[in-house]
């Protein structure tokens, strides 16, 4: 890297969504020293974990200075801080459709953590989940050790005694841009504009298969379903017997 920036890495996990969950992070300084975090709660969902570790992250550095540099696989935590907490507080913390912002008190705690070390002195950047990334994997262990409440010791330490290669960084780690339709005829696949599921009657929208395939992966009953634009997200939920609003 260029210059010294702290670099920190987080991940959240439920198991069930909801479900017990748990997150995780690394938080890496210049003068070369590791913390290792995590934590749990006995029901939760993914998003909201994931936001936690965020979270947990930027009130570990109060009252540090420099810029950090935060890597996540949560496209969901780096869309809403970056591009969508503008528009809602602008609706007085509405979605676009009217409805209540999920997870309110969640994204104002990191938008005032945010804030108060000033936005452009945190770069977010986007990892794939599951890549073999070794930073990105260690947070998912943490996390998910804490969620299943398996023992998982957390690391303290200088960099030169951290077993996990946390600067073996991606080269790109923008979020990836959501694929164009094909033009190639009918076959074409249309892009996905949110991806919808029902878990034990409750929908939930998500922004990546990835967050759509783990909640609904081994729950019985549950339904899902790619919504390729605002007004057939609407659609598939009234099909469902649903609302945007009840997202």
Not at 120 to 126: E, G, K, L, N
Not at 160 to 189: H, I, Q, W
Not at 193 to 222: I, N
Request: hydrophobic share 35%; with cysteine.
């Amino acid at each position: 890297m260029s210059e010294a920036h702290i670099v920190v890495f987080t991940d959240g996990a439920s198991k069930g969504n909801p479900g017990p969950g748990g997150w995780g992070v690394i938080i890496v300084t210049p003068d070369g020293h590791v913390t290792e975090r995590g934590g749990r709660a006995d029901t939760t969902t993914n998003n909201k974990m994931e936001l936690t570790g965020a979270i947990a992250a930027l009130t570990s550095l109060e009252g540090t200075t420099g810029r950090v540099s935060i890597y996540t696989d949560s496209t969901y935590v780096i869309q809403g801080i970056s591009q969508w907490m503008h528009n809602w507080k602008r609706r007085g913390w509405k979605t676009a459709t009217g409805g209540d912002v999920m997870n309110r008190d969640l994204w104002e705690r990191l938008d005032e953590l945010a804030s108060a070390r000033d936005a452009r002195a945190i770069s977010w950047h986007y990892v794939r989940g599951h890549h073999g990334i070794p930073g990105n994997e260690r947070v998912d262990e943490i996390a998910d050790s804490f969620a299943i409440q398996k023992p998982v010791a957390l690391y303290n330490g200088p960099l030169s005694g951290y077993p996990v290669p946390v600067f073996d960084l991606p080269d790109e780690t923008s979020v990836p841009p959501r694929s164009k339709p094909s033009s190639r005829g009918s076959d074409a696949k249309a892009a996905a504009y949110s991806y919808l599921s029902v878990v034990d009657g409750k929908p939930m929208r998500h922004f990546t298969w990835k967050e759509c395939e783990q909640r609904v992966k081994g729950r019985s009953g549950a339904r899902f379903k790619k919504a390729t634009s605002p007004a057939d997200e609407a659609s598939i939920l009234g099909a469902w017997n649903f609302k945007p609003d009840d997202l």
